[in-house]
Nanobody, 123 residues
């Protein structure tokens, strides 16, 4: 059993919605969602720092996703709506305490990862 476990992925049609869940053994200061398609690097979808009310969203999100976390439950969510075919990817949960005041968007700087959950959006 890894430190992070994602769930909630699946196949939806364009315009559909999904909510991804990440359950952690222990939450970290920076909790993030990344996504990856074959042949590409992992890109940051959304990042939320503990006790911070200003999440980071990738430029492609455009108000369609909401990241949230409940540290009392060591759980993070990503609510996704208005899904598009280009959102099709493997979605990963990542966590790290970091060394700076802000949370990094570089996937290589996150030490803990889940196994990923596939999101497929079809037209």
């Amino acid at each position: 059993q890894g430190q992070l476990v994602e769930s909630g992925g699946g196949s939806v049609q364009v315009g559909g919605s999904l909510t991804l869940t990440c359950e952690a053994i222990a939450s970290k200061r920076c909790m993030a969602w990344f996504r990856q398609v074959p042949g590409s690097e992992r890109e940051a979808v959304a990042i939320l720092k503990r006790n911070d009310y200003g999440p980071y969203y990738g430029h492609f999100v455009k108000g369609r996703f909401i990241i949230s976390r409940d540290d009392t439950k060591n759980t993070m969510w990503l609510q996704m709506k208005s899904l598009r075919p280009e959102d099709t990817a493997m979605y990963y949960c990542a966590a790290d305490d970091g060394t700076k005041d802000w949370c990094e968007i570089d996937a290589s700087l996150y030490k803990e990862w889940g196994q990923g959950t596939q999101v497929t959006v079809s037209s």
